[in-house]
């Protein structure tokens, strides 16, 4: 789906769009400039009249259980009021914003990992006075049109700040004329998307980059109980490792691989239990890769060392060794050991890739292991259950993006 100036638009009508995009952005940059609370009003109007039972049916339809689709609902409401934005500004930029100006035009390559995510890297983009352009994601279900045309709805003038194009990121014609318009390329993607970007961008064309990471889980002997462990496997079922802060896998505090076999003894029952409540855990597609991973480490582990614990929607694969790495399949986590003292060793190397660590330790331990997490790159240490919690004060990556997204000018 494509929007422009509040309308949908069909591919054949984006050529001529396409021709007279840089007009119409500079057409509104002569504009009055775009206020912080224009845009609050509107987001505060978008999420306090949304129609709940009919998004809660649309994020049914992409396949997101009804417990996640009420706890995304309920972030959102909690994140974008006005109260929180107003916060968020404060935070991000000060109360002092008069020599605060946005960059112009941003032009936005979600990935489709998250749902949602567009729509998002698109109000903070207007939260920080940007003109955005929007690349949709495959296989995006047209629910971002959905809600930003809501967003129109709810304050016509940011119809001229919003573009939303639906191209294939092989349409590199067109993929470069918009590129060729933004001040700066806001990139949702791994290394190799960047680096495909990078060989686009023109020099003059910033590039503000998010995603992707990984994340895991570290557990300590002292930390070990059923509730903070169903909290970790509840993050595992209910995001299907999709994001970047969902749990991988997890590290086990021990340098010794029977300890490892053990903690997977355990929490085997507890992840099958979670990956039972979640509708997609049952589907022909998820079971069927789930079994074939599986069975492939099973095949292997004369080779690798691996033991594999097999559930009926999950599993867990035991490595003697190694770093953190993504998750081989929905429902399957790698299990590893890392001592506390070989942390900082072990993950150093990976720091530009990690994110979030979901801690399942004892009181008395987390302050410690957070320090060393933090030297190791991670820019997030929670409980398990909160991984994946969203709210408007988060940093991405460790950084505040409506810094990135503005300047300092200065005079004399």
């Known amino acids: 789906m494509n929007l422009v100036n509040g309308k949908i638009l069909s591919q054949s009508e984006c050529g ?39 998004f809660l049916r649309r994020l049914s339809e992409l396949g997101i259980s009804g417990e996640m689709s009420r706890r995304y609902l309920a972030q959102a409401q909690e994140s974008f009021c006005a109260e929180a934005l107003r916060e968020r500004l404060n935070t991000e930029l000060g109360e002092d914003r008069k020599n605060i100006r946005p960059l112009g035009t941003l032009f936005h390559i979600a990935a489709g990992n998250a749902d949602g995510l567009p729509v998002f890297s698109v109000l903070e983009g207007l939260l920080a006075g940007n003109i955005n352009i929007l690349k949709l994601p495959k296989e995006e279900g047209g629910l971002s049109v959905e809600l930003l045309l809501s967003l ?18 092989s349409d590199i014609t067109n993929i470069a004329r918009l590129i060729n ?71 086990v505090d021990t340098g010794d691989f029977s300890a490892v076999n053990a903690f997977c003894e355990r929490f085997l029952p507890i ?10 855990s049952t589907e022909v597609g998820y079971l069927s890769q789930l079994t074939l991973e ?57 720091k530009n ?21 933090w030297r190791t790159g991670v820019v997030r240490c929670c409980s398990g259950r909160d991984m994946s919690r969203f709210t408007a004060l988060l940093p991405h990556d460790g950084e505040r993006p409506l810094v990135r997204y503005t300047k300092i000018v200065a005079t004399d």
């Not at 992840?271 to 997609?280: L, R």
């Open 152 to 169: 129109i709805a709810a304050e016509p003038r940011l119809a001229e700040y919003i573009y939303v194009f639906d191209y294939s990121s």
């Open 294 to 350: 599986l069975y492939t480490a099973e095949l292997e582990t004369p080779l690798t060392g691996n033991r594999v614990f097999r559930g009926k929607n999950c599993g867990l694969i035991a490595k003697p060794s190694g770093a953190a790495e993504s998750s081989p399949a929905m429902g399957i986590s790698w299990v590893k050991p890392l001592p506390r003292a070989e942390i900082l060793q072990t993950l150093l190397p990976h």
């Open 16 to 54: 001529a769009v396409l021709d007279t995009l840089e007009v119409r952005i500079l057409a509104t940059l002569q504009k009055p400039a775009l206020l912080p609370e224009t845009v609050i009003a509107a987001c505060n109007r978008l999420v306090t009249e949304l129609d709940a039972e009919y």
């Open 353 to 373: 890739h990690l994110q979030t660590v979901g801690l399942v330790c004892a009181a008395d331990e987390a302050a410690a292991l957070r320090e060393v997490f």
């Open 271 to 280: 992840m099958e239990a979670e990956s039972a409540k979640i509708p997609h």
């Open 181 to 251: 318009v933004a001040d700066a390329v806001v990139v949702w993607g791994g290394d190799g998307a960047v680096s495909a970007l990078r060989r686009t961008v023109p020099p003059n064309t910033r590039i503000i980059e998010w995603g992707h990471k990984v994340s895991f889980g570290y557990v300590t002997q002292a930390g070990l109980t059923d509730d903070a462990l169903r909290g970790l496997a509840q993050n595992i079922a209910e995001t299907g490792q999709l994001l970047c802060n969902s749990c991988q896998g997890i590290f």
